[in-house]
């Protein structure tokens, strides 16, 4: 199993990727929130019982601006990101053009590319 500092890396190598400045408060709070996920996906499926109350818990702000301050990095991301990263990541929005995944959706995948990262990597 690998420790929270080893997630905390994976992520941010992904989030940079995806053109996640790293200046936001969003970029910290959505790094927490898929170290979070990384470690027990269900966390995804209640964002706004366990994962905005949690993050604003440890940031000491509130759930509202956590939610918009993620909500403002995937905005940001999704304008100036790498395209080729979103297209395998989240085709389905792109070809359906439903617009941007929601901050749960884009949540999830990130985690779950850093699981499948961290699996590859450990064989």
């Not at 509130?62 to 918009?68: F, L, Q, Y």
């Amino acid at each position: 199993m690998y420790k929270k500092n080893e997630i905390e890396q994976f992520v941010s190598q992904m989030m940079i990727d995806m053109g996640i400045p790293v200046h936001l408060k969003g970029y910290h709070y959505m790094r927490s929130a898929v170290v979070m996920a990384v470690q027990d996906m269900k966390v995804v499926g209640s964002v706004t019982k366990l994962l905005y109350p949690e993050i604003a818990r440890q940031y000491g702000t509130t759930n509202g601006k956590v939610e918009r301050a993620i909500r403002n990095a995937i905005e940001i991301s999704w304008e100036r990101g790498n395209r080729r990263t979103f297209d395998r990541m989240f085709g389905y929005c792109m070809e359906s053009g439903q617009g941007r995944p929601t901050n749960s959706e884009y949540i999830a995948a990130i985690a779950d590319a850093v699981c499948v990262c961290m699996k590859e990597a450990a064989s």
